[in-house]
């Protein structure tokens, strides 16, 4: 079978990992690999044409960046030990202006845009009503 990329993005705690979790699980360890770009930490913007260029499906998650600021000092606090000021002061300082300048206007370039507040499962059934082949994925059926 031909390799397909189906890339994620969005904000920070819009769902992105969630989702790609649920997509390996759904298509089957076997034949998925998920690769976090958290891990990388430099500027990869050279790729963003490149990738949206081989890309099967691309899918932006979306969020308030309020519920965002929620679910990110829940996560950090409880597996990072962060402090919520510090958590806070850096979401404020860095993060949501990064979302604004860099990441939401990459939403133009997605075949499907997912509100970041829904279930995984409706996630996984809009995703399985698009036109993108996915559905004859190792006999996925979404």
């Known amino acids: ?9 969005g904000p920070s705690s819009s769902g ?5 979790q ?3 699980k759904k298509l089957g360890a076997r034949h998925t690999r998920a690769l976090s770009l958290d891990h ?3 500027d990869l913007r050279h790729l963003t044409p490149e990738l949206n260029a081989i890309a099967a499906l691309k ?9 965002a600021l929620q679910r990110r000092l829940e996560r950090d606090i409880r597996e990072r030990g962060r402090t919520p000021e510090c958590i806070t002061r850096q979401f404020n300082e860095t993060v949501r202006p990064a979302n604004e300048k860099h990441i939401r206007p990459s939403a133009k370039n997605a075949d499907l845009v997912l509100n970041g507040n829904q279930p995984i499962k409706d ?6 009503a698009t036109d993108w ?3 004859g994925w190792c006999n996925m059926h979404l």
């Not at 992105?16 to 790609?20: D, Q, Y």
């Open 59 to 67: 899918i932006f998650v979306d969020l308030d960046d309020n519920i």
């Open 133 to 135: 082949g996915l559905k």
């Open 16 to 20: 992105k990992s969630t989702l790609a």
């Open 40 to 42: 990388y930490y430099h």
């Open 22 to 24: 649920a997509l390996c």
């Open 1 to 9: 079978m031909k390799s397909k990329l189906i890339l994620v993005a």
């Open 123 to 128: 996630y996984l059934k809009a995703i399985g």
